[in-house]
């Protein structure tokens, strides 16, 4: 992908995050509930410090799971798709994706939603915003919500958002520099993972 392209997708899904930001705000503020950080029950210091260590123990076990499950078609076919649509992402780039997409989307299904709605509720519009395009990719969807629940039930136990965003984060960046594999690098048309007629 051209990086003239390739920077307009991610502009466009930082665009998409900011507005989940406004919508989880303006949703806390429309409850009586403005500080999303903290679900209503609070949290302590302790709660919170225990989420982040969880949060980061449990991103890196996502992230080690899906590099073991990486040969399954499924898991190829999803690499190939994200890898067409954002091409060759840097760290930088997927740094900054990975921190748009964890902050805005638990403010709001977390963070806004969740104590109206509830884990479940919550965890079943999150999995139905990752909709793919073709229903051969409906393994992102199952993900997203199976994710949801975890992130949902983290939130809960500990209740503060550290989890969440913490796991969405690293499972965004470590997942978005393993999709770049796929892509073809900007100085060689062939991708690492392309198939060479013999």
Known sequence: MPTN???RS???A???YGLLIVAALAWGLVVGHPNLLVLPGGTTLSQLGL???AGIAFGLGVVAA????ERQG???ELNR???SVLGHVTWSEAATLACASAIGEELLFRGALQP???IWWTSGIFALLHLPPRARLLSWTALAGLMGLAFGYGAELTGNLAFPILAHFLINLLNLRNVARYAPDPGNRRSDHEVHDP
């Open 5 to 7: 392209q390739r920077r």
């Open 10 to 12: 991610l502009l466009l």
């Open 14 to 16: 930082g665009v998409f």
């Open 51 to 53: 989420g982040a260590v």
């Open 66 to 69: 899906s590099r073991l499950l």
């Open 74 to 76: 499924w898991a190829q």
């Open 81 to 83: 798709f994200f890898a």
């Open 116 to 118: 109206s709605l509830g």
